[in-house]
């Protein structure tokens, strides 16, 4: 598939199918356990109706809006993936970069297969950095240490991970880190070749950010291990609290569904929550971040900032986001799948599609900006 032939994030995610093997493919589309969770967040979004207010005159629409303290060229931003080099290397630059020259956020995983220093030097002053809080603490200390003097202002914590998750896909394709290959997946990679010819240009993926704390003389096998060893099941809102005090910069708590964790959050003085149930890849009981909003929205009461991320495909789903109360959407597989697709034209391609989307559903809606949207586009049949 060319790239002038895709024209949404379906077709983004067929283009991937087609260039990068089923183990990588898989491990970027898959959820936990059945997948429910993955299909819930896109039934739920499909489910919300939005009501046109016309006539409005819209020929002056602007999608610049205002969160944590600094205006953005749209209400949306790049979600936090880890590994994402497994699908193609450079990954988390060419997206930092794509994000940076849209105006948009990007925010980089603690699991990243680049390191906080080399995509803060692609996208200066534009990168916002996820931290899994570790059972070694002093790992997370400098962590926050190298953020900083990278200049990264916003901290984004999650909390929904202090239990592994179970990825039935990765564990029939027998994947891990480093990448192993037996027969079937070998025989899968020969009719990839664009794929294995970047693997063998650049290497197998590693995690750039955590490699500095593996333990002395740690080869490549061990490494999968060590991470699963660091994953913490006694992490709570003290430890959050703890970072509040470290972190000098914006602190959002990722991961909340909950309206009492929302006012937790609010207490710990957290600037801003994003409700989130990881994609579908952690609980997959989880309800659909959509249906999840609202209540967190109503619960901290304008205290904090609420954005949402898990689902969002199209336009008008961060359209619907910001109707329920939303200030940006976070957008993760949408432009991954671009990105091992076609590289750093696949990640400039698949913000630009969402940015045309999101401008035409607020054009159609009858609004100029993204602040107009509210409860009143939402369509009941009560009203």
């Known amino acids: 598939m060319n790239i002038e032939n895709t024209f949404n994030v379906e077709d983004f995610r067929k283009a991937a199918r087609e260039r990068i093997p089923r183990l990588a493919f898989d491990y970027f589309d898959g959820g936990a356990e059945g997948e429910t969770c993955v299909a819930r967040n896109r039934a739920a979004f499909e489910a919300i109706r939005l009501v046109p207010n016309f006539p409005v005159d819209v020929a002056g ?48 995983s603690t699991v990243a297969t680049t390191s906080i220093e080399a995509v803060t030097r692609a996208a200066p002053g534009n990168v916002w950095f996820q931290l899994y809080v570790t059972k070694d603490r002093s790992i997370c200390d400098d962590l926050l240490k190298r953020a900083a003097a990278c200049d990264v202002d916003v901290l984004v914590v999650t909390t929904d991970t202090q239990i592994p998750s179970r990825r039935e896909r990765d564990m029939r394709n027998g994947f891990s880190l480093p990448l192993r290959f037996d027969a079937r997946s070998v025989l899968s990679m020969m009719r990839h070749p664009a794929w294995c010819m970047d693997k063998l240009a650049h290497g197998t993926p590693k995690l750039q950010n955590i490699a500095p704390y593996l333990p002395p003389g740690t080869s490549a096998g061990p490494i999968a291990s060590f991470i699963a060893s660091q994953i913490d099941a006694t992490f709570d809102w003290d430890d959050i609290a703890r970072l509040r005090e470290q972190w000098k910069g914006k602190l959002v708590v990722k991961g909340v569904l909950a309206p009492a964790d929302a006012k937790r959050a609010v207490a710990v003085g957290a600037d801003a929550v994003i409700v989130s149930n990881h994609g579908g890849r952690a609980l997959d009981a989880s309800p659909a971040t959509i249906e999840a909003l609202p209540a967190v929205v109503a619960a901290v009461g304008g205290k904090l900032e609420v954005f949402l991320d898990s689902g969002v495909r199209r336009g008008e789903d961060i359209a619907r986001a910001l109707a329920l109360g939303a200030r940006a959407a976070f957008v993760g597989r949408a432009v991954l799948f671009a990105t091992a697709a076609f590289g750093d034209k696949g990640a400039e391609r698949s913000i630009a599609v969402l940015r045309e989307q999101f401008d035409r559903a607020l054009g159609m809606l009858g609004c100029n900006s993204p602040d107009e949207l509210g409860e009143q586009f939402v369509f009941s049949p009560t009203r």
Do not use: E, K
């Not at 209400?75 to 794509?98: C, E, N, Y």
């Open 61 to 108: 629409r602007n999608l610049s809006t205002t969160f944590l303290g600094r205006t953005w060229s749209c209400p949306f931003g790049v979600a936090p993936m880890g590994l994402t080099g497994v699908g193609r290397s450079g990954t988390d630059i060419a997206l930092a970069r794509a994000a940076a020259a849209a105006g948009i956020p990007y925010v980089l």
